[in-house]
């Protein structure tokens, strides 16, 4: 529907491990941002990839990275998981007629025991 | 300080009934400002951009007072469908800069019969 497609939709980590989680959306979104958003909170952004380099990162550790390939695609990896990782990652591309307004993805929701 | 705060809410209201929120913002150089809705479990989905001069969309109402550094969202006529969490959000950037989009952590409106 939003044209941007996230996966997994779900998944549980343990302390320590690694994940990577997947954007895909239509041809023309050139940015594609990232946002966590922790239970109860509204989200917070982690960084923005455009022409598949980052463009600006929020307040989060090296330990977050990504990645935008040239058919748009982008993934978000993190690292040495941890407790207060757990949260529903979204993933936003900025509409090609209002460059400053974002369409999201219906996001992975990330569990870390 | 938190950059967006909004009312805590939760708002309970009757179909029917008339409810405005509140959002105050710290940067006084912010470009644009939004207001999302997102249903439980969902992402978030733009209801409206806000304007200095204010604007209308049917039964949405956003105000913008740069001034005071204020947005307001008015739902007239509250339906059982406008429960949701709304996200005031505000873009410290250029007009076709929507890196790092900072949100509110959202007021949440259940609408009752």
């Known amino acids: 529907e939003t044209g941007v497609t996230q996966s997994p939709t779900h998944l549980i980590k343990t302390r320590g491990q690694q994940v990577t989680l997947r954007c895909s959306s239509q041809s023309g979104h050139n940015t594609v941002s990232w946002y966590q958003q922790a239970l109860g909170q509204g989200p917070q952004f982690i960084f923005q990839y455009y022409r598949e380099e980052e463009n600006g990162r929020g307040n989060f550790p090296p330990r977050f990275s990504g990645l935008q390939f040239p058919n748009y695609s982008s993934e978000l990896n993190v690292n040495a998981l941890e407790l207060d990782d757990s949260a529903l990652y979204l993933c936003?591309?900025?509409?090609?007629?209002?460059?400053?307004?974002?369409?999201f993805g219906a996001g992975s929701r990330l569990t870390v025991l | 300080r938190k950059e967006v705060e909004q009312d805590p809410g939760p708002f309970n209201v009757p179909e029917g009934a008339t409810v405005a929120f509140n959002c105050t913002y710290s940067?006084?150089?912010?470009?644009?400002f939004f207001w999302y809705r997102q249903d439980c479990r969902k992402e978030p989905k733009l209801l409206m951009s806000?304007?200095?001069s204010g604007n209308e969309d049917g039964r949405f109402t956003a105000q913008l007072n740069r001034a005071s550094q204020y947005i307001s969202l008015l739902i007239r006529d509250s339906k059982l469908s406008d429960s949701a969490t709304y996200l005031c959000?505000?873009?410290?950037?250029?007009?076709?800069?929507?890196?790092?989009?900072?949100f509110g952590a959202g007021t949440r409106l259940t609408v009752k019969p």
């Open positions: 940067n006084s150089a912010s470009q644009s």
């Open positions: 806000v304007y200095s």
């Open positions: 959000v505000v873009n410290p950037g250029g007009a076709y800069n929507n890196n790092d989009m900072r």
């Open positions: 936003a591309v900025g509409r090609p007629s209002g460059a400053n307004v974002l369409t």
